[in-house]
């Protein structure tokens, strides 16, 4: 069977079509580069549905899209839905993640906790016009500097819960293998194989 995966982040693409190929390899991961609708939702999960119902009405296909952010706890969860363009509407994630450092340059390590959290819709057409929304969350900190090239948007600058205190490494540190067996992404994912079943 075939999935479209609404998104026009080919960082996503990657992860998703490892993440599907570890559980479900008989899915074909199918890309999408349709009308992107307005996000406009308040909510990861409505822009969620938003990506995943413009692009299951285009194809006719199942669709599955990922909205996604870092929510940090000393700014009531922002950026949120806004960390694409957390600094600004390019888009540039080099200045959103060295605006992030700077709001909490005065924040010491025990208050820097922060969440990954990644919302996926589902959308099935047809007759019964299924739609389903399933949630990852990875919590850990924000390192003090940017390192590591791995990954993509704030990976640099995230260090996950659970790691051995003496070698810490934030996620742009991690292998892509790393990061998708245990990423928000990941455990989105894990909600969304029974949903899956159907296809
Ligand atoms: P699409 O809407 O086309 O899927 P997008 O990148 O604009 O692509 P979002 O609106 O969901 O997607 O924004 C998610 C942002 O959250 C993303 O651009 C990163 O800045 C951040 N983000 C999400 N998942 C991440 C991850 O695994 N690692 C690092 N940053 C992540």
């Known amino acids: 069977p075939q999935i479209v995966l609404a998104t026009h982040n080919p960082h996503k693409v990657e992860e998703f079509q490892a993440i599907v ?7 074909t991961v199918i890309g999408y580069d ?10 990861f999960a409505e822009n969620a549905l938003i990506k995943a119902r413009a692009a299951s009405a285009h194809t006719g296909l199942p669709a599955l899209a990922d909205d996604s952010g ?18 600004g509407h390019a888009k540039d994630a080099r200045a959103n993640l060295d605006l992030l450092l700077d709001q909490l ?7 820097r906790a922060a969440q990954f959290v990644s919302t996926i819709a589902l959308v099935v057409p047809g007759g019964a016009g299924d739609e389903h929304v399933v949630e990852g969350r990875w919590p850990g900190r924000l390192a003090r ?3 590591g090239g791995g990954g993509f948007g704030y990976d640099p600058i995230f260090i996950p819960d659970g790691q051995d205190a003496a070698a810490e490494r934030t996620v742009g540190e991690w292998t892509a293998e790393e990061k998708n067996a245990a990423s928000h992404r990941a455990r989105a994912f894990v909600a969304l194989v029974p949903l899956l079943a159907a296809l």
């Open 34 to 43: 349709g009308p992107e609708p307005v996000e406009d939702g308040v909510t």
């Open 105 to 111: 340059s005065d924040i010491a390590d025990p208050h």
């Open 70 to 87: 870092i929510c940090v706890d000393v700014l009531g969860g922002a950026p949120g839905v806004f960390s694409a363009y957390w600094a």
């Open 145 to 147: 500097a940017a390192s």
């Open 21 to 27: 190929a570890a559980t479900r390899p008989d899915l």
